[in-house]
């Protein structure tokens, strides 16, 4: 749980570049790709992941509103990186002008739980993380490279002349 924004602000910065470096690895061809039924495409776990920096903060009163449905799926890579910066930015400026370190510990009611603010950043960024981590998976299966993202990844390790075990 988050005790200061600072903290959390630090930490969504870094996650999130982390995020639109992943995001910016996909393909315009690979968004609407699934590789088996009942998987979520990339375009819909990053349209996930995307709106629910909104949806989960409206939920705590920072937004009015949230900024997009769960359907409004962008068409494009480079529209997808634009909403996920957008919203990102709102979040950071709502939570600078609205929340304060003491208030982090004010309970709120969320999806039915007791949560404190603290604890909603920090589901905020591992909800992130999560499914970022997924994407991985589904990016794999359709042959796109991953990019290294707490470390390098398998087509990094190759290029420093490192065995893969493939």
């Given at each position: 749980?988050?005790c200061n924004l600072e903290s959390f602000l630090n930490d969504w910065e870094k996650e999130s570049d982390l995020t639109i470096k992943m995001f910016e690895s996909l393909t315009d061809?690979?968004?609407?790709?699934?590789?088996?039924?009942?998987?979520?495409?990339?375009?819909?776990?990053?349209?996930?992941?995307?709106?629910?920096?909104?949806?989960?903060?409206?939920?705590?009163?920072?937004?009015?509103?949230?900024?997009?449905?769960?359907?409004?799926?962008?068409?494009?890579?480079?529209?997808?990186?634009?909403?996920?910066?957008?919203?990102?930015?709102?979040?950071?400026?709502?939570?600078?002008?609205?929340?304060?370190?003491?208030?982090?510990?004010?309970?709120?009611?969320?999806?039915?739980?007791?949560?404190?603010?603290?604890?909603?950043?920090?589901?905020?960024?591992?909800?992130?993380?999560?499914?970022?981590?997924?994407?991985?998976?589904?990016?794999?299966?359709?042959?796109?490279?991953?990019?290294?993202?707490?470390?390098?990844?398998?087509?990094?390790?190759?290029?420093?002349?490192?065995?893969?075990?493939?």
């Open positions: 749980m988050y061809e690979s968004l609407n790709q699934a590789p088996y039924e009942n998987v979520r495409t990339l375009a819909r776990l990053a349209w996930h992941i995307t709106h629910t920096i909104t949806e989960m903060p409206h939920k705590a009163g920072l937004f009015d509103e949230e900024f997009a449905g769960e359907d409004d799926l962008p068409a494009t890579v480079s529209d997808l990186v634009a909403k996920f910066k957008e919203f990102s930015a709102k979040l950071i400026h709502s939570l600078k002008t609205k929340w304060a370190d003491a208030s982090l510990d004010e309970k709120l009611t969320i999806y039915g739980q007791s949560w404190t603010k603290g604890q909603l950043l920090e589901v905020l960024t591992k909800h992130m993380i999560h499914h970022r981590g997924q994407m991985t998976v589904i990016m794999r299966l359709l042959g796109l490279k991953v990019p290294g993202i707490y470390g390098p990844a398998k087509e990094e390790w190759k290029m420093f002349g490192m065995d893969t075990k493939e």
